[in-house]
């Protein structure tokens, strides 16, 4: 699918005939999240709705089928979702025509995350009874199982980056996935020192960000995206979402973003998460060098790939994830002591 993919007139009204949501009376499209994974906001006489196609070539029946098993189990706990929307005829939540997979959601009001201490409290507050509501959750086939941890799928990104040094640009990008792979390696073992191979694993939302979320008063009133759930330790997401809401990057340029993470908003996520949790010592002992993980993660593959990281340049971005995991690593007595505090 290519970049800045559209619903057409055609496939939209071919699309909601499958649905009975009262007479249409405005459609208009959403700009945000993946540009090939279009999204079109529906205003009808029964209200309003958000359709959404979902990525060709990624996202297979069986996984959107585990995604929506999984919002279906949350809504009925009445956790912060958008709740999906059954087609007309087969009573289902998906909806398979064109060659494609289409999704419709009630559409959820709210503003974005504004940096609160309040919102971000409740992010991981949410998150933790995420975790509890899918603790002993239950599927028909075994779903996707992975983690940004100890993963040779990374390490073989990173030795891509590194492997051209053709040039000046190409030196400096082979001595920053150089760098990164130590990293990424030395805190791969400390993880497994404290014995990650032995954590239990659960679903796990994979993309837990502020870009994912909508708040009122303070309050998380809807998690937005799923597309990424998976099994693993659910500990991987709070490190995660430790790290989306900590990161600092004021700028449009990468190479302006400052070294250091937002450590407020850092504990404040953990916080909020063991307000419903209580972590056991060695699990918190982790979370510094997990988020070192996931963010060399995160970045690495699509530079290894196509040496950008969206619109960005791949050795710029690079550059500013080397320097920000640098200042994790040579910090790590600082934070460990405002987690613990």
């Known amino acids: 699918?290519?970049?800045?993919?559209?619903?057409?007139?055609?496939?939209?009204?071919?699309?909601?005939?499958?649905?009975?949501?009262?007479?249409?009376?405005?459609?208009?499209?959403?700009?945000?999240?993946?540009?090939?994974?279009?999204?079109?906001?529906?205003?009808?006489?029964?209200?309003?709705?958000?359709?959404?196609?979902?990525?060709?070539?990624?996202?297979?029946?069986?996984?959107?089928?585990?995604?929506?098993?999984?919002?279906?189990?949350?809504?009925?706990?009445?956790?912060?979702?958008?709740?999906?929307?059954?087609?007309?005829?087969?009573?289902?939540?998906?909806?398979?025509?064109?060659?494609?997979?289409?999704?419709?959601?009630?559409?959820?009001?709210?503003?974005?995350?504004?940096?609160?201490?309040?919102?971000?409290?409740?992010?991981?507050?949410?998150?933790?009874?995420?975790?509890?509501?899918?603790?002993?959750?239950?599927?028909?086939?075994?779903?996707?199982?992975?983690?940004?941890?100890?993963?040779?799928?990374v390490r073989g990104h990173l030795k891509t980056v590194a492997s051209d040094s053709s040039g000046n640009s190409e030196r400096q990008i082979h001595d920053a996935g150089e760098e990164l792979m130590a990293l990424y390696n030395a805190a791969g073992v400390r993880v497994n020192e404290l014995g990650f191979d032995k954590w239990r694993e659960q679903v796990v939302h994979g993309d837990w960000h502020p870009g994912n979320m909508l708040f009122d008063k303070g309050k998380l009133v809807a998690v937005l995206d799923f597309d990424s759930v998976k099994i693993a330790p659910p500990i991987t997401d709070l490190a995660n979402s430790m790290l989306q809401f900590s990161i600092v990057g004021y700028q449009p340029n990468p190479v302006d973003w400052p070294d250091y993470l937002d450590q407020a908003k850092l504990v404040q996520v953990l916080e909020g998460y063991r307000e419903v949790i209580k972590l056991e010592r060695n699990k918190v002992d982790s979370l510094l060098d997990l988020m070192i993980e996931t963010m060399i993660a995160e970045a690495v593959l699509p530079i290894a790939a196509t040496g950008f990281f969206g619109n960005l340049k791949g050795l710029d971005f690079l550059k500013m994830i080397l320097r920000k995991a640098r200042w994790i690593d040579t910090n790590r007595k600082i934070l460990t002591s405002a987690i613990e505090s």
């Not at 997979?101 to 009630?106: A, C, D, Q, S, T």
């Not at 974005?112 to 919102?119: F, I, K, L, M, P």
């Open 1 to 153: 699918m290519q970049k800045g993919a559209r619903i057409s007139s055609e496939e939209l009204a071919e699309v909601l005939s499958h649905y009975d949501i009262g007479k249409i009376r405005k459609v208009m499209r959403l700009v945000g999240g993946s540009r090939r994974a279009p999204k079109i906001v529906v205003t009808t006489t029964k209200g309003r709705f958000l359709l959404k196609r979902r990525l060709q070539g990624r996202d297979d029946v069986y996984r959107v089928a585990f995604s929506h098993a999984v919002q279906i189990h949350l809504a009925k706990r009445y956790f912060p979702i958008a709740p999906l929307v059954k087609t007309r005829d087969e009573a289902s939540t998906l909806l398979q025509s064109r060659d494609s997979i289409y999704e419709l959601f009630k559409f959820v009001g709210g503003v974005r995350y504004t940096g609160s201490a309040e919102q971000t409290i409740d992010t991981g507050r949410q998150l933790a009874r995420f975790h509890q509501y899918l603790e002993n959750f239950k599927f028909e086939w075994e779903p996707l199982k992975a983690s940004f941890h100890d993963s040779t799928t």
